[in-house]
């Protein structure tokens, strides 16, 4: 019994990151950021898998790229600018760049 409840727990701590970046990713869909990114495409942005790849490894990437979501940018990846987002919530901007970087 001891091993089935073991192996329960295991699994639902294995599943937790995978239930934070599906939540990551309903999150930008929810707050129009799939309008202008694609996963693996680009349309006006960036591709968002290569958002994380130029980003990998960077430990200050996720605050640097809340704040840029929060307050918007020009240059980084052309010279289109993302508009600002400041509607959406601090705690659901961390999900969706926690997302983005796990690509």
């Known amino acids: 019994m001891k091993v089935v409840v073991m192996f329960a727990a295991a699994a639902l701590v294995v599943g937790m990151p995978v239930m934070a970046d599906s939540d990551g990713q309903a999150l930008a869909q929810k707050n129009a950021c799939m309008s202008c990114h694609g996963v693996d495409k680009k349309i006006v942005g960036p591709a968002y898998k290569e958002v994380a790849a130029k980003y990998k490894g960077d430990k200050g990437a996720a605050a640097r790229l809340a704040a840029k979501v929060k307050a918007g940018g ?7 600018p993302m508009p ?4 959406v919530k601090d705690e659901d901007l961390k999900k969706i760049v926690h997302w983005i970087l796990g690509l």
């Open 74 to 80: 020009k240059g980084v990846w052309g010279e289109i």
């Open 84 to 87: 600002p987002n400041p509607q």
